[in-house]
C-alpha cells in the first residue's frame, strides 16, 4: 500500500459533518448550503440537447487525446479569450481535454514530480486540497504560500527564499483564487514565469473561475496570455487547467482541459493512456458547443452579480465583508472563531459554512483561515438572499 496515503487529511467536507455531527438544525428552515461550491444556476439547455443528441457515440471507445473538433474548439477559445495569437496554438500539441480538472491537477502532479529528488511542490494557503493531495501522494513535501489579508490574499513569491525555489519541482496557483477571490496581475505572473526559468520548475495555473468576474471590461488575465506577451509561443513551464463546471454550470458533465507547454502534454498524454480517463464522445460534442458560445456565459455572470451586491449589502453591518476580484465566494472575517459561528449558522439557521480553518494548514505565522469563513453563493438569488439574511441575524445575537 502506498506509504503516503497516511499523509492526507480528511477533505473539508468531512470535517464539517464530524463538526457538526452533535447539532440538530431547526426544524422548520429549509436547509441553505453556502459550503459547497457546485454551481447550480440551471446547464445551457442548447449544450444538454448536443448531450442528448450524441448519445449514439457511446457505442465508440474514445481517444485520450480526444476528437480533433474538440481540441480545435478550445484552441479557438484559448486564442478569443486571451488575446494569444491563434497561430501559436497547435491543436495536436497544446490542449489535452480531461474529465474535470479535479483529475487533471491530481494527475499533473503524478507525472512532474520527481520524488527521488527530496522535491517540494509550492501552492497558496488557504488552498484547493487537491494541491496537497497530489504532493503528498507524489511523493513530494508541500511548500505553504500564505495568503492573508496583508498581502491581498495572493502569494508573496518575492519573499520565498531561493533555496526552496531550487527545490520546487511544481508550483499551484489559483487564480481567480479559491476562496479568497484574489486575481494574480500580470506583473505577477510574468515575475512567476521568469522565476520558473531561473529555478526549472513548472508552474500549474488552476484558472477554473476566470469567466466569474465583475467587470466585462476587466476579465482576470491568464498564465498563456502572459507567455504570449512574453513572446513565449512555446509556453515552456507552464500549464493552466480550465473547466465548464463554473464557466457553463455543467459540474456533472466533466469537462475540462489542460493547455500549455507541448513538450509537457506530451508526457501527460503518455501517463493519461494508462491512466484510462478518456471522455465519452457524446460529452466532447457537448463540450464544442460550450465552448463555442459566450452569451450564457454572460449571462452567468450577471446573475452572480446580482448576489454579490444584495449579499453584500446585507451582510456588512455585522461582518467585514467584500466582493471578491473575481469568482463565486466570500471570504468574510468572522466576529467569532470560524468553527464556532460555522456551528452556531448550523445550529439556529440550518446554514453550512466552511470554517477557513478547514481549507488552510497551521504553519509558524499562524493559520490564515482562522477567523474567516467560506461562503459559495451558487444558489439562484433569492436563497442567497434570504440566507444572507438568516447570518445576519445570528450574527446579531452573538
Request: aromatic fraction near 8%; charged fraction near 20%.
Amino acid at each position: 500500500m502506498n506509504r503516503h496515503l497516511d499523509k492526507l487529511q480528511p477533505y473539508p467536507f468531512e470535517r464539517i459533518r464530524a463538526l457538526l455531527a452533535d447539532l440538530a438544525p431547526p426544524a422548520g428552515l429549509a436547509p441553505i448550503n453556502f459550503a459547497m461550491g457546485e454551481p447550480r444556476h440551471p446547464a445551457p439547455a442548447f449544450v444538454l440537447e448536443t448531450l442528448a443528441r450524441e448519445l449514439s457515440g457511446m457505442s465508440s471507445y474514445p481517444a485520450t487525446r480526444g476528437i480533433d473538433e474538440l481540441r480545435a474548439a478550445i484552441c479557438d477559445w484559448l486564442a478569443r479569450r486571451f488575446a494569444i495569437p491563434p497561430a501559436a496554438l497547435d491543436p495536436d500539441r497544446h490542449v489535452l481535454p480531461v474529465n474535470g480538472t479535479r483529475e487533471a491537477l491530481f494527475a499533473f502532479a503524478q507525472v512532474m514530480v520527481d520524488a527521488a529528488a527530496d522535491s517540494l511542490v509550492a501552492f497558496p494557503n488557504p488552498f484547493y486540497q487537491i494541491y496537497e493531495g497530489a504532493t503528498l501522494l507524489a511523493g513530494a513535501a508541500p511548500h505553504l504560500l500564505n495568503c492573508t489579508e496583508d498581502n491581498g490574499f495572493a502569494p508573496d513569491f518575492d519573499a520565498v527564499p531561493a533555496a526552496v525555489w531550487e527545490r520546487c519541482q511544481l508550483l499551484y496557483i489559483c487564480s481567480p483564487g479559491n476562496p479568497t477571490g484574489s486575481v494574480l496581475d500580470m506583473g505577477s505572473l510574468k515575475r512567476l514565469i521568469a522565476l520558473a526559468d531561473a529555478h526549472d520548475f513548472v508552474i500549474a495555473s488552476d484558472e477554473c473561475y476566470s469567466e466569474i468576474y465583475p467587470d466585462e471590461g476587466n476579465p482576470p488575465p491568464g498564465l498563456l496570455e502572459a507567455c504570449a506577451e512574453l513572446g513565449r509561443d512555446d509556453f515552456a513551464r507552464c500549464v493552466v487547467f480550465h473547466s465548464l463546471s463554473k464557466r457553463s454550470n455543467l459540474p456533472g458533465l466533466r469537462s475540462g482541459f489542460v493547455a500549455g507547454d507541448g513538450a509537457l502534454l506530451g508526457k501527460f498524454l503518455l501517463y493519461r493512456t494508462y491512466h484510462g480517463c478518456a471522455m465519452s464522445l457524446p460529452i466532447q460534442r457537448a463540450s464544442i458547443a460550450a465552448w463555442g458560445d459566450e452569451q450564457h456565459v454572460r449571462e452567468n455572470r450577471d446573475k452572480y452579480r446580482r448576489k454579490f451586491q444584495a449579499v453584500t449589502d446585507i451582510l456588512a453591518p455585522v461582518l467585514e465583508v467584500m466582493a471578491p476580484d473575481a469568482g463565486f465566494y466570500l471570504w468574510p472575517r468572522t466576529p467569532v472563531s470560524d468553527t464556532d459561528l460555522a456551528r452556531a449558522l448550523y445550529r439556529e439557521a440550518n446554514i453550512q459554512v466552511v470554517p477557513g480553518t478547514f481549507l488552510a494548514r497551521d504553519t509558524p505565522a499562524g493559520n490564515p483561515g482562522a477567523h474567516r469563513v467560506r461562503l459559495a453563493l451558487v444558489a439562484e438569488v433569492d436563497e442567497c438572499i434570504a440566507g444572507a439574511r438568516r447570518i445576519r441575524e445570528v450574527i446579531e445575537g452573538l
